[in-house]
T-cell receptor, first 112, second 114 residues
Framework: AQSVTQPDIHITVSEGASLELRCNYS??????LFWYVQSPGQGLQLLLK??????LVQGIKGFEAEFKRSQSSFNLRKPSVHWSDAAEYFC??????????FGAGTRLTVKP | DAGVTQSPTHLIKTRGQHVTLRCSPI?????VSWYQQVLGQGPQFIFQ???????GRGNFPDRFSARQFPNYSSELNVNALLLGDSALYLC?????????????FGPGTRLTVL
């Protein structure tokens, strides 16, 4: 079955600095890949998703992610972080069987 | 348009009790999925229902059950509650059976078991 690893439990960046959150997946074929954001006490909001085609995916709120098959990675990036980006970020994988697996999450803190 | 709604927002129960959580999907969505999110972890898939039938089940004990109604709303039931059932329970809806990749999440129900 597919699985997801988010190596960083907590990341702190300064406002205006660039951000990269790591995600590695395990799956035999090319899966569907997702990044979600969760603010405290809230549900999950989809930032972006990758199914096929262009390996650089643009999402909402200025986020992008790049699918690298050779590294089994789907890292999330943002050129300039805003204080409102502080939240928990989850990478997820789905193998076309409706079984979506989430990583443990990366908590982002933004310093003024 | 209303998004996915869940009720109640918060719930406190004691061990051994039973709980029912409710979810209303986005209008036009026929599939509802339930997830359990324990503090500090990512969501874990419990069930998917489509057209009132169970179409997927995660690795959860039989104490967990669910159903879907003709209006596509859904209930998650948990019997004989354990302390470890304390979690945020998320409901997600999607348009069709094979559309988990288009699902939208509700705000969740926070269950505390004492």
């Amino acid at each position: 079955a597919q699985s997801v690893t988010q190596p960083d439990i907590h990341i702190t960046v300064s406002e205006g600095a660039s951000l990269e959150l790591r995600c590695n997946y395990s799956y035999g074929a090319t899966p569907y890949l997702f990044w979600y954001v969760q603010s405290p006490g809230q549900g999950l909001q989809l930032l972006l998703k990758y199914f096929s085609g262009d390996t650089l995916v643009q999402g909402i709120k200025g986020f992008e992610a790049e699918f690298k098959r050779s590294q089994s990675s789907f890292n999330l990036r943002k050129p300039s972080v805003h204080w409102s980006d502080a939240a928990e970020y989850f990478c997820a994988v789905e193998g076309g069987d409706n079984d979506m697996r989430f990583g443990a999450g990366t908590r982002l803190t933004v310093k003024p | 348009d209303a998004g996915v709604t869940q009720s109640p927002t918060h719930l406190i129960k004691t061990r051994g009790q039973h709980v029912t959580l409710r979810c209303s999907p986005i209008s036009g969505h026929k599939s509802v999925s339930w997830y359990q999110q324990v503090l500090g972890q990512g969501p874990q898939f419990i069930f998917q229902y489509y057209e009132k039938e169970e179409r997927g089940r995660g690795n959860f004990p039989d104490r967990f059950s669910a159903r879907q109604f003709p209006n596509y709303s859904s209930e998650l039931n948990v019997n004989a509650l354990l302390l470890g059932d304390s979690a945020l329970y998320l409901c997600a809806s999607s348009p069709a059976l094979r559309s988990i990749n288009e699902q939208f999440f509700g705000p969740g129900t926070r269950l505390t078991v004492l």
